[in-house]
């Protein structure tokens, strides 16, 4: 098992930044990929960011590059989303995920086995 607990959202003004962090306990060893997710209000959730556990190779929506940066610390077993120039349409709930397989796909949600309880961020105009 994996336990996923993200931080760090909030209210901001568009144009301003925050960095969500997302902390991994349990079976961590086992982690293949982690990712950032986003539902707004009425939407599906879509996927934002991803990155490779080990070798830190990232994967983003193209929505969002330029704007949105993931990383990891493995030593704190942590993953970050720095985000920035926040849109009101960034307004959404924020979820961590992370799947303890390789595979190739890193934007279904179904092949996520771990999610967080999700983070808000709400930007206004």
């Known amino acids: 098992q994996v336990q996923l607990v993200e931080s760090g959202g909030g209210l901001v003004q568009a144009g301003g930044s925050l960095r969500l962090s997302c902390a991994a306990a349990?079976?961590?060893?086992?982690?293949?990929?982690m990712g950032w997710f986003r539902q707004a209000p009425g939407k599906e959730r879509e996927f934002v960011a991803a990155i490779g556990w080990s070798g830190g190779i990232t994967y983003y929506a193209d929505s969002v590059k330029g704007r949105f940066t993931i990383s990891r610390d493995n030593a704190k077993n942590t993953v970050y989303l720095q985000i920035d120039s926040l849109k009101p349409e960034d307004t959404a709930v924020y979820y961590c995920?992370?799947?303890?397989?390789?595979?190739?796909?890193?934007?279904?949600?179904?092949?996520?086995?771990?999610w967080g309880q999700g983070t808000q961020v709400t930007v206004s105009s």
């Open positions: 349990g079976r961590t060893f086992s982690i293949y990929t």
């Open positions: 995920a992370a799947r303890t397989y390789s595979y190739s796909d890193y934007e279904s949600i179904s092949y996520y086995n771990y």
